[in-house]
């Protein structure tokens, strides 16, 4: 094991102000240090999310004080290339992945610094492109399906958004876990989302879901808004609707007879293990939008904020 940190500067993508992808600058940092119960990976590949720029973790710690410079990106799959002697799990050159703390620096960079909790071995099937496409919408989905909406075999799930980042992912999984799954998405995307394991599509500029679904016993949200609300009319009484974008209308979910959960996604390992196995048995497999070199990010976020992604956009950043 290797307990020192690493001297030296690395390339980085980084914000000094709060904004959009204009104020991303791909400039020289100094190589992360770690702290105990912690490891440096090398970053071989970040994901990111085109909202995150939006929120204000990225730019604060958890006692609210901003932290600038600042670098984005939350998902990572990488080398571990220092650790502390307190981690016992992993070991130098072990390739891992993972979801970072929000509240911390991210990944668009050559190294990052983390928690030894936050990362687990990387499928082994994957390469790092898509590996660090999982993290982040992989454990938003399980957690919605299983820690939050319960859903078993053989129960009806509508997903909200089912070609994008989280809904993707969510349609496999929930495939897999043997339920009857209601997708919603855009005209043109029916066949892949059909392809990852749905029983029934909507094309939500054709149709209201809401007069084509109903009675099931859970639904994802990805979406929010009027999409949320619309969506206590699907489920049976004593349903769930899981959202992870946008708060609950507690009264509305009453009206319905529905549980309404709305949740910020957490780190956990354990999951990060299921999915991994998932993924190296074929059950589950990442739907990459677009790779760009991590040079090129503030043209990645760009893309993301303007379109509606199938699958993530992916940064590549060593080899």
Same mark, same amino acid.
């Given at each position: ?91 130098? +050159?072990?390739? /891992?992945?993972?979801?970072? !703390? ?5 990944? @668009?960079?050559? $190294?990052? *610094? ?123 009484? +004593?349903?769930? /609707?899981?959202?992870?974008? !946008? ?5 509305? @979910?009453?009206? $319905?007879? *529905? ?61």
């Amino acid at each position: 094991m290797q307990d020192k940190n690493i001297a030296g500067k690395m390339r980085a993508i980084r914000m000094h102000s709060r904004g959009g992808p204009e104020n991303l600058v791909y400039e020289e940092a100094d190589i992360p240090k770690i702290s105990r119960g912690e490891v440096l990976i090398r970053v071989h590949a970040a994901s990111i999310t085109p909202t995150e720029l939006s929120w204000n973790s990225s730019f604060t710690d958890r006692n609210k004080k901003e932290r600038f410079p600042v670098i984005p990106s939350f998902e990572v799959s990488g080398t571990v290339s220092g650790i502390s002697s307190e981690v016992k799990h992993l070991k130098v +050159g072990d390739e /891992v992945y993972g979801l970072l !703390d929000f509240w911390r620096n991210g990944a @668009a960079a050559e $190294y990052v *610094a983390t928690d030894a909790a936050e990362i687990t071995l990387k499928p082994s099937a994957l390469d790092h492109i898509s590996a660090a496409s999982l993290p982040l919408s992989g454990l938003t989905a399980w957690q919605a399906l299983f820690d939050h909406g319960h859903l078993k075999p053989g129960q009806a799930v509508l997903i909200h958004g089912a070609a994008g980042g989280v809904g993707s992912l969510a349609v496999q999984i929930a495939h897999w876990k043997g339920a009857e799954v209601i997708g919603t998405c855009s005209r043109g995307k029916e066949a892949i989302v059909r392809q990852l394991g749905a029983n029934q599509i909507i094309d939500y500029g054709n149709a209201r879901f809401e007069d084509v679904a109903n009675g099931v016993d859970l639904v994802v949200d990805t979406v929010g808004g009027e999409v949320l609300n619309r969506s206590y009319q699907t489920v049976r009484r +004593g349903g769930t /609707v899981v959202t992870v974008a !946008d708060d609950i209308d507690e009264e509305l @979910a009453c009206k $319905y007879g *529905a549980k309404g959960i709305s949740f910020l996604v957490e780190p956990n390992k354990r999951e990060l293990r299921e999915i991994a196995l998932l993924a190296d048995s074929g059950k589950i497999r990442p739907v990459i939008q677009e790779t760009f070199p991590l040079r090129d990010a503030k043209q990645a976020f760009i893309s993301g904020i303007a379109n509606h992604n199938t699958g993530k956009i992916v940064l590549s950043v060593t080899g």
